[in-house]
């Protein structure tokens, strides 16, 4: 084992970007010799997944009022120390207050916080000590995320001091030679796809208004929607009430991303913002081409009218100007895909994201 130890610490029971980048990163520096521990909630998706990979894994429940609860800041210090941790990456805002205490309780050097929303960290007097006292480095996912960190107070933190590192996907993990699909599409039809949670960030209202103007067109089509989350049945029913829910098919969450992009010509992203799309990195390397609402992170990856299009957000007319032109050139889809599975695989691979990390870390 080489000589640092480094501690993941994501209690969210979810399973989302933060959670995959956790899981990829602390298997890839895993296999690569560096002694790791997960720290996650039993009850959690990573929990399921990361204790099949032969690391250290010790189960938390987190709310977020734990880091006043001084027996579970004891319990993690203890964990800390025995485990001889150098450096611990924390994802949730929740788990810094009470992973960042119990760390700095144990001597830990480098407390790191990764930073995976485009949104403006909140200008609270418990941010601001936990940002001047307790996190050495922040890592963001983006230069989108870098941005909006100090949004509320340039004074929160040195910009000098927060590092961008894009999430890496591990692409050998995403066979495009597999023929599996999830749904068959018949005649003519093209199918549209969108994967994430269904929650408002995520904007898939806007895809039945995208569906509805389709439709009007005259455009044989489908729309997969793969995702759970609170705003199902209201989706559901404002499919209804636009008369497609014969256009739309919510599949629920999918565990196979290869199949679910088998199954799709073009990949739709509509969320209103984003820290780092791993959704659209992953359509990238199955070779679909892309479109995005043109906001956060989302030109950070696509390349206009190279791998795919950005479209004002919230702009339906012009969304589906665009989305015709790619219907109707099956080549103009092909070449997006294929542009855009290049850039995948030499911008946004897990190996290069580890690379970075590990001289960030200092590490190597």
């Known amino acids: 084992m080489k000589s640092k130890t480094i501690c993941f610490f994501n209690s969210t029971k979810a399973w989302g970007g933060g959670e995959k980048w956790h899981y990829d990163i602390s298997v890839s520096l895993n296999r690569k010799g560096y002694s790791?521990?997960?720290i996650t909630n039993k009850k959690s998706v990573l929990y399921s997944r990361i204790i099949l990979t032969g690391q250290k894994v010790f189960n938390i429940r987190i709310s977020n009022l734990s880091f006043l609860n001084p027996v579970k800041l004891l319990l993690l210090r203890k964990v800390f120390i025995k485990e001889n941790i150098d450096i611990i990456i924390i994802n949730l805002s929740a788990d810094l207050k009470v992973a960042g205490i119990a760390a700095?309780?144990?001597?830990?050097?480098?407390i790191i916080y990764r930073r995976g929303s485009a949104i403006p960290i909140k200008n609270r007097w418990l941010n601001r000590i936990i940002f001047k006292n307790i996190v050495t480095d922040i890592i963001a996912n983006s230069e989108e995320t870098k941005r909006t960190v100090l949004q509320n107070n340039p004074e929160l933190f040195p910009p000098g001091k927060i590092k961008v590192i894009y999430n890496g996907i591990d692409t050998g993990k995403y066979d495009i030679s597999n023929e599996k699909r999830l749904y068959k599409k018949y005649d003519n039809e093209i199918i549209l796809g969108n994967m994430g949670r269904l929650v408002r960030q995520k904007g898939q209202k806007y895809l039945i208004d995208i569906a509805a103007v389709l439709k009007a067109n005259d455009l044989q089509f489908k729309i997969l929607i793969g995702g759970e989350g609170p705003l199902r049945q209201e989706l559901v029913s404002y499919a209804e009430k636009c008369?497609?829910?014969?256009?739309i098919i919510f599949l629920g969450f999918v565990?196979?991303?290869?199949?679910?992009?088998?199954?799709i010509d073009i990949f739709l992203l509509t969320s209103l913002w984003e820290g780092f799309g791993y959704v659209i990195v992953e359509a990238m390397v199955c070779k679909k081409p892309v479109m995005a609402f043109n906001c956060s992170s989302n030109p950070e990856l696509i390349e206009e009218n190279k791998t795919g299009f950005l479209v004002e957000p919230g702009n339906i007319r012009s969304f589906v100007e665009k989305l015709e032109i790619l219907i109707n050139d099956?080549?103009?889809?092909?070449?997006?895909?294929?542009?855009?599975?290049i850039k995948a695989r030499k911008e946004f691979s897990?190996?290069?994201?580890?690379?970075?990390?590990e001289n960030f870390l200092e590490i190597q």
């Open 350 to 357: 897990v190996e290069n994201t580890t690379g970075e990390l």
């Open 104 to 110: 700095r309780l144990a001597g830990i050097s480098r």
């Open 330 to 341: 099956k080549e103009l889809r092909t070449g997006f895909g294929q542009q855009g599975y």
């Open 36 to 38: 790791t521990l997960v």
């Open 243 to 247: 008369k497609v829910a014969d256009k």
């Open 255 to 263: 565990d196979n991303v290869v199949e679910f992009m088998n199954s």
